[in-house]
């Protein structure tokens, strides 16, 4: 389809591709360092702007423009990964449940866009507003449809900025992806209308174009879907060639796109939905540091693709013989763009509304015409455009260009504005909290019961549906049987923050010396210090995050801290044995925080180097001490949790903690603890004190514990009394944190039989939370499990 | 036969008043109501297990018993019924009308504050306004129970967990010597306050009549 180019390029060409690309990537890295201008302006238009620059070099060396953007590059080489990237990072349920009004605007609105812009300009050049040109009704129409489509590389780049809620979002993305659909049909039917003339149109003609969007789009949707199943298959049964995994991923990701090509069907429809299939089974079935390389490099690759394709576009502009002004054509394309637009937008979604449950406000509606961005898709279908044909095609050329840096570089800078301005929601950032996962599950039962019972069959009955089916056929096919497990986001989370906790107080237990473990009065350390840098290190490694879906890979730095941990932590556990159990290990390393960073930008490409974030070290700490603190309180509340129970609660509520600032009741919670709110030196300030008392104490061996009884529990300790003002529940903590040291050794031998099945451990706990109801939970465990 | 209806459609209007349903939407329930229970004036908890499609729902057992529970019928009476009649049925399915772009911020903020409250006692099985740990990990147990990969003990864990993360919000609040007993209807609306409801808990109700196998969209 897009196949009428040289095959070659001139040899200087390469070279002078080359140091472009060069000076491209040196660009990006500036601009990369220098945030505060991406703030402002997207780096798409900055990459233009620098393309400009570049091409008035090449130009001013060369006299003549060696090169520009190429259609064959452009579609063969530089789309493919950042379609592939997108779909592959797509959020799959929030795709799937706004569909029908994704494919609305896609379909529809394409289709108004094209033939509104078409029948205008038409208009306007019988009324002589164009002056002398010789277009045609049917090049028209051809030019309106190059024109309409929306950019899904644009709407990346723009909104990847600007954080707006996710619903909004996957509407304009969508709708960029999906028309591609409707675009290549279009752009065919009208070039082949116009190759035909317009005597040769008649009805089968117009009825074949029809059918042809049926076929395209469909054929190509089911084409990726079928490649998407075969990666699948393929990740399923390559476990033992797991360094090439991620191989297989991109090659059968450009495969599905080349045949698509090939079959004439919509190649990135094609793409997307490869994307799309594959990876809820490719993250389950690979190896973690597969799933890592992959999310890597297709950031990497699209990152690249879509640097060299704004460079392009910018140096494109540099090229005598494309510039071919008119001012009536130019201006009243930017217009009637502009315009129709917000027109299809609007009309479109008040017929949608009154389907949808929950309705796009106006403002919204605002920023999705607003977003309706042309990009490289439309100026590489006008490079294609055939010279013979169509005599005006530099006129079109040089008017998609303008139309990109309009729509690029001016409705780029003042969309961030705009969205702040409009105050429309942006995306949410908190992570939820257990309660409220739970409760998001309780909803989904209770829907599809309602509808039961209600006899209707509704969304959510065919959801419910399709769940079952994906669960009992497709994922006993697709997934590895150890993958199955690991299917349950709500127990995975949990699971991961069990062992996670584990590991830590391997972890520091670790650090401190097994001598730390006995009773040892001159141990005492300036912890601030000593832990601030420990931590910096080792947490990292500890935190390297695997976000779920969305744009996460992670810095990956491993030291050797966590190998000897391992070692310990095998060491102490006996039974930790087994690629299971180790998995789990390296699963826990690259899922923490994993559900807390489900909700970062899903779309930010450059910026998810996440975990350098100095809170988030403090954070964890601060998370664990909490919960310390939490499992003596909860015997005292009558609340009576396991223990280890208390941290994961901690987990999900630090997120509130530190990033929902003005949430009173936890910065309170903070205060008695740690006498600041959430910020690393309030935390270290109070902590000294603590360690002191431990130390000092000795309370490390549990041997001495039975020193402590119920009743001295709210016995304070003198030298705490005066320097504390809110000192019955710093006293508390202290008894907390006195049980740091002596959980490892608790926890380590159930844990084991925890990553098995679970049922030992918790009947363990259960049964003490039971009986110490009312009594502190250090005594009884401690008798047991010595 | 005429006399009947025209009661009936008197009943409806007092019930478009009291449900915000439409007549349409009465009537197609009214007859999904009367296929549950055969024809008769009221259903009992049987006619509801007996819906087949109820079978794979992991908390079935709740929302029938929501159908059942007093609490969810407006009033302030505590307990439950044996059997429910059409009124009834529709009181508890009004709960999961989607606003219409006519509903003003108030009554939004009334659904949404019912929607919360239907949870609420849909959580709360014995009615003394709190939820304690033992009946919150009941619910969670059973609506775990039927995915495969969670055990009892786990999803215990998971319902303690989450109560317990609860239970610390509620800390600041409390004396040194204060018993946690249990989340109450305003601390359970807080920590619900940021979840988004609209779409979570509406459902559809047609103005066709869907009797039969019918996609309702």
Redesign the interface.
């Known amino acids: 389809m897009w196949t009428n180019e040289q095959l070659w390029l001139p040899p200087y060409s390469y070279s002078a591709f080359t140091s472009t690309v060069n000076a491209a990537a040196e660009g990006c890295l500036v601009i990369e360092a220098n945030h505060n201008v991406t703030n402002y302006i997207p780096e798409s238009a900055l990459l233009i702007c620098f393309g400009f620059i570049l091409g008035g070099i090449i130009w001013g060396a060369d006299k003549v423009q060696t090169f520009a953007l190429s259609p064959r590059v452009f579609f063969f080489y530089l789309l493919p990964q950042i379609i592939l990237d997108t779909g592959y990072s797509m959020p799959n349920k929030l795709f799937f449940t706004n569909l029908g009004g994704i494919l609305v605007y896609a379909v529809i609105g394409t289709c108004w866009n094209a033939a509104s812009l078409g029948l205008s300009l038409w208009g306007c050049h019988m009324g002589g507003a164009m002056g002398d040109i010789e277009i045609g009704l049917l090049q028209y129409l051809l030019f309106g449809s190059l024109m309409a489509a929306v950019d899904p590389v644009a709407v990346i780049a723009v909104f990847e900025q600007v954080h707006v809620n996710e619903v909004l979002f996957i509407m304009v993305f969508g709708e960029s992806l999906l028309n591609d659909g409707v675009t290549v049909v279009l752009f065919n039917v009208f070039d082949a209308f116009v190759s035909l003339g317009g005597g040769g149109i008649d009805a089968k003609e117009i009825i074949k174009g029809i059918v042809s969007f049926f076929v395209v789009a469909f054929g190509g949707s089911l084409l990726g879907f079928v490649f998407g199943l075969l990666v699948s298959l393929l990740t399923r049964c390559t476990k033992n060639v797991q360094i090439i995994e991620p191989g297989f991923i991109f090659v059968l990701g450009y495969l599905a796109y080349l045949t698509a090509e090939m079959l004439s069907l919509s190649s990135i429809l094609s793409i997307v939905f490869c994307g799309i299939c594959c990876q809820k089974y490719i993250n389950l079935n690979m190896n973690e540091n597969s799933v890592q390389t992959v999310r890597y490099a297709m950031k990497v690759f699209a990152n690249g693709s879509e640097t060299i394709i704004f460079v392009f576009l910018g140096i494109s502009a540099i090229d005598k013989t494309i510039w071919v002004w008119n001012t009536g054509f130019i201006l009243l394309t930017l217009l009637f763009i502009f315009v129709y637009r917000f027109i299809g937008v609007f009309f479109l979604t008040w017929i949608l509304n009154r389907y949808r449950l929950v309705p796009l406000d106006f403002v919204e509606q605002l920023i999705m015409g607003y977003g309706g961005l042309r990009g490289a898709v439309a100026y590489g279908l006008a490079a294609m455009l055939d010279e013979t044909k169509i005599k005006e095609k530099n006129l079109m050329v040089c008017t998609t260009l303008i139309v990109v840096y309009f729509t690029v570089i001016l409705q780029g800078v003042t969309m961030k504005p705009l969205v702040n301005w409009l105050k429309v929601k942006k995306a949410a950032i908190t992570e939820l909290t257990l309660i409220e996962k739970v409760q998001n599950r309780v909803f989904d039962h209770m829907l599809v019961a309602i509808e039961d019972i209600s006899g209707q069959i509704g969304h959510n009955y065919m959801r419910e549906k399709w769940r079952n089916f994906e669960e009992k056929w497709m994922s006993w096919l697709l997934l590895k049987p150890s993958a199955r497990k690991k299917q349950d986001h709500l127990f995975n989370v949990f699971h991961q923050l069990n062992l996670q906790d584990a590991m830590e107080y391997v972890t520091k237990g670790e650090r401190r010396g097994s001598l730390e473990f006995i009773r040892n009065e001159s141990a005492f350390i300036d912890f601030k210090k000593r832990f601030d840098e420990d931590f910096a290190d080792a947490m990292p490694d500890i935190m390297a995050d695997m976000a779920d879906e969305e744009d996460g890979a992670s810095a990956m730095r491993r030291d050797t801290i966590p190998s000897v941990s391992l070692e310990m932590y095998e060491q102490n556990m006996r039974g930790l044995r087994g690629a299971e159990e180790i998995n789990s290990h390296h699963l826990l390393q690259q899922h923490l925080y994993k559900g807390r960073k489900q909700h970062r930008h899903r779309y930010s490409r450059s910026h998810f180097d996440i975990n350098q974030d100095e809170n988030e070290v403090q954070e964890i700490f601060q998370r664990t001490m909490r919960s310390r603190l939490e499992s003596f309180k909860s015997g005292k509340m009558g609340v009576a949790p396991p223990k280890t129970i208390t941290k994961h609660t901690k987990r999900e509520q630090q997120p509130k903690m530190l990033n929902g600032k003005n949430k009173s009741c936890h910065s309170g919670d903070e205060d008695f603890e740690f006498s600041e709110g959430d910020s690393a030196s309030g935390y270290g300030a109070s902590f000294p004190m603590k360690i002191g008392y431990r130390a000092g104490a000795g309370i490390e061996n549990p041997a001495f514990m039975p020193d402590l009884n119920p009743s001295s529990a709210m016995h304070i300790p003198p030298w705490l009394a005066d320097t504390e003002p809110e000192v019955n529940l710093v006293a508390p903590s202290e008894r907390a944190q006195v049980r740091l040291p002596w959980v490892p050794g608790h926890h380590l031998p159930s844990l084991r039989t925890r990553t098995r099945s679970g049922d030992t451990f918790q009947v363990d706990d259960e049964e003490q939370g039971d009986r110490e109801h009312l009594h502190p939970p250090p005594s009884p465990p401690q008798d047991d499990h010595l | 036969m005429g006399a009947k209806q025209t009661r009936s459609e008197h009943d409806h209007q007092d019930l478009v008043e009291k449900t915000g349903f439409s007549v349409e939407q009465i009537q197609n329930?009214h007859k999904?109501f009367q296929?549950?229970s055969g024809n008769e004036e009221t259903i009992s908890r049987e006619h509801?297990k007996s819906?087949p499609?109820?079978a794979?729902?992991?908390?079935?057992m709740q929302?029938i018993e929501a159908?059942f529970d007093k609490r969810n019928q407006h009033g302030n009476e505590l307990g439950s019924y044996e059997t429910i009649g059409f009124e009834e049925f529709l009181m508890v399915?009004s709960h999961?009308r989607?606003p219409t772009?006519r509903t003003t911020t108030e009554e939004k903020e009334t659904m949404r504050k019912e929607k919360v409250r239907f949870?609420f006692n849909?959580h709360d099985t014995d009615g003394d306004g709190k939820i304690t740990?033992a009946e919150y990990r009941k619910?969670?147990e059973e609506?775990?129970s039927k995915?495969g990969?969670?055990?009892q003990?786990?999803a215990?864990?998971?319902?303690?967990?989450?109560?317990?993360?609860?239970?610390?919000?509620?800390?600041?609040?409390?004396g040194?010597?204060?018993?946690?007993?249990g989340i109450t209807f305003e601390h359970f609306e807080q920590?619900?306050k940021?979840?988004e409801?609209?779409?979570?808990?509406?459902?559809?109700?047609?103005h066709v009549n869907?009797?039969k196998?019918?996609?309702?969209?």
């Open positions: 329930l999904r296929q549950l509801l819906v499609a109820l794979n729902n992991p908390i079935r929302i159908f399915m999961f989607p772009l949870l849909m740990l619910v969670v609506l775990l995915s990969t969670i055990e003990e786990a215990r864990a998971i319902a303690d967990a989450a109560m317990l993360e609860v239970a610390s919000t509620n800390v600041p609040n409390m040194p010597d204060d018993f946690y007993e920590i619900l940021d979840l409801m609209e779409s979570r808990m509406h459902i559809r109700f047609l869907t009797t196998v019918h996609c309702g969209k």
